[in-house]
Structures are given as structure tokens and as C-alpha cells.
């Protein structure tokens, strides 16, 4: 069983920054992709940002420009570094990594809340 640990939400203002990081019990290289979703109170949970094992990196409309999904090998973890936070961004934010097309493993999330 693989577990993934995210870190680094917390309360921020609007305007402001923060970066995710997510630890995972397996080595990172051996998965496909990883990426970050996020659920927002009374939402569905929608996709932020993926990193293929290629390196090409996707991301939400809605965070475009402002978001950026990375990943340290060296440190097996993978990020996703947020810039001018909105009040719209407060969800809890999951680290997901795909193992094979039908393998998802997802973690506990950490809550960013953006106050305006």
C-alpha cells in the first residue's frame, strides 16, 4: 500500500503563497504521473495539477499562471507552489499518484483556506 502525506496548507491572505509538498512511501519515479486536486466545501473534487513521469505538467484553467506542480527525486516528494491566492482557492488539497492507468492512491489532504 502506498501512503502519500501532504504538508504545507494553512490560513493565508488573499494575494499571498503557499507551497504543498507531498511525501510518498514509494519511490516517485515508479509512478506514472502525479498531480493535486482539490475539494472545496459542499464541491466535487476537482483536478489542480499533473506532473507525467515525462516531466510535461498540466493544469486547471482556473489556476493557470498562478500554480506550479513540481517534483524532487532526490527527495521523493512532489509540489505545488501557489501564487496570488484567491478566496476561491480554499479547499482541501489531495496529492494523488497514479501507478497505472486503473491504480490511483491518494492521500489525507491539507486544508488551504485564502481569506479576502
Known amino acids: 500500500q502506498v501512503q502519500l502525506v501532504e504538508s504545507g496548507g494553512g490560513l493565508v491572505q488573499a494575494g499571498g503563497s503557499l507551497r504543498l509538498s507531498c511525501a510518498a512511501s514509494k519511490s516517485i519515479t515508479s509512478f506514472i504521473a502525479m498531480a493535486w486536486y482539490r475539494q472545496a466545501p459542499g464541491k466535487q473534487r476537482d483536478f489542480v495539477a499533473r506532473?507525467?513521469?515525462?516531466?510535461?505538467?498540466t493544469s486547471a484553467d482556473s489556476v493557470k499562471g498562478r500554480f506550479t506542480i513540481s517534483r524532487d527525486y532526490d527527495k521523493n516528494m512532489v509540489y505545488l507552489q501557489m501564487n496570488s491566492l484567491k478566496p476561491e482557492d480554499t479547499a482541501v488539497y489531495y496529492c494523488?499518484?497514479?501507478?497505472?492507468?486503473?491504480?490511483?492512491?491518494w492521500g489525507q489532504g491539507t486544508q488551504v483556506t485564502v481569506s479576502s
Open positions: 494523488v499518484a497514479q501507478e497505472t492507468v486503473a491504480r490511483f492512491y
Open positions: 506532473i507525467h513521469n515525462s516531466g510535461t505538467t
